[in-house]
Nanobody
Framework: QVQLVESGGGLVQPGGSLRLSCTAS????????IAWFRQAPGKEREGVSCISSRDSSTYYADSVKGRFTISRDNAKNTVYLQMNSLKSEDTAVYYCATDYEFHCPIREVGSWPQDYWGQGTQVTVSS
C-alpha cells in the first residue's frame, strides 16, 4: 500500500518542542521533494517547510523560520520536522505530502502535491 504516515504530534506547553516524522511505505522518498503543511481550526491549509531531493536544500515559511528544522533520512525512508520554541499559533494538524511533480519551495496552491498526503498528526500548544 502506497502511503505517507505522520507521527509525533501531541500536546506541548508554549516554548516546548516536538519532532514530527513522515514515513513512506510502498514507495521511496529518496528522489522526491517533501513538504510539511498545517491547518489550524477555521483556517486554510498553509505550507510550513520543504526539503529537496537533489541536495536536501530546505525552505521555511517566515512564521516558523529559526524555530523549525526539516530533515530527511533516506535510509529510513523518513522526513522529520523538528519544532522548537512552539507557540500557541503553531497549533494545527500537520501533514506531509509529495508527488513526482512537486518542487520546493512551496508556492501557490496549484503547485502543491496532488498524489501523496498523510492523514495528519495533531499538534496542540497550550499551557
Amino acid at each position: 500500500q502506497v502511503q505517507l504516515v505522520e507521527s509525533g504530534g501531541g500536546l506541548v506547553q508554549p516554548g516546548g518542542s516536538l519532532r514530527l516524522s513522515c514515513t513512506a511505505s510502498g514507495f521511496i522518498l529518496d528522489y522526491l521533494n517533501i513538504a510539511w503543511f498545517r491547518q489550524a481550526p477555521g483556517k486554510e491549509r498553509e505550507g510550513v517547510s520543504c526539503i529537496s531531493s537533489r541536495d536536501s536544500s530546505t525552505y521555511y515559511a517566515d512564521s516558523v523560520k529559526g524555530r523549525f528544522t526539516i530533515s530527511r533520512d533516506n535510509a529510513k525512508n523518513t522526513v522529520y520536522l523538528q519544532m522548537n520554541s512552539l507557540k500557541s499559533e503553531d497549533t494545527a494538524v500537520y501533514y506531509c505530502a509529495t508527488d513526482y511533480e512537486f518542487h520546493c519551495p512551496i508556492r501557490e496552491v496549484g503547485s502543491w502535491p496532488q498524489d501523496y498526503w498523510g492523514q495528519g498528526t495533531q499538534v496542540t500548544v497550550s499551557s
